[in-house]
């Protein structure tokens, strides 16, 4: 999995950017994540707003399941793996930090 690079894609079809996994994680549930630095698209910028302000909103005590998180989900972006060009399914599961750090769930991606 490690050095795999993927686009990030949502449902009305704009292309965030791309990332090279490097580095795998198992979260508190046992699920996988990945994570590597997105290299933003020009049409990152129109979801861009969308991680900042849910950045801001969770690291405020007492918050928790926020409006823009849901509008991020609700974009239902996956990720296209640029060799094969088969889509994942991420279950809108993904944060991109203000550095541009990515982490997203994945189940599978054989």
């Known amino acids: ?15 965030w950017g791309t990332f ?3 580095k795998e ?3 508190f549930l046992g699920e996988k994540q990945v994570h590597g ?13 969308l991680f900042l302000t849910h950045e801001i909103e969770m690291s405020q ?4 399941i926020d409006s823009n998180w849901q509008e991020i989900v609700a974009l239902k972006p ?3 793996d640029i060799k094969s ?9 993904i944060f991109i930090g203000e550095n541009f750090l990515v982490t997203c769930k994945i189940k599978d991606l054989t």
């Open 78 to 80: 996956y990720l296209v």
């Open 37 to 49: 630095y997105l290299k933003p698209a020009p049409a990152f910028k129109e979801v861009r707003n």
């Open 1 to 15: 999995m490690l050095n795999r690079t993927f686009h990030i894609q949502d449902i009305v079809g704009r292309n």
């Open 20 to 22: 090279t996994v490097e």
């Open 85 to 93: 060009n088969k889509n994942f399914d991420i279950g809108g599961v």
């Open 61 to 64: 005590a007492g918050n928790s």
């Open 25 to 27: 994680t198992v979260d």
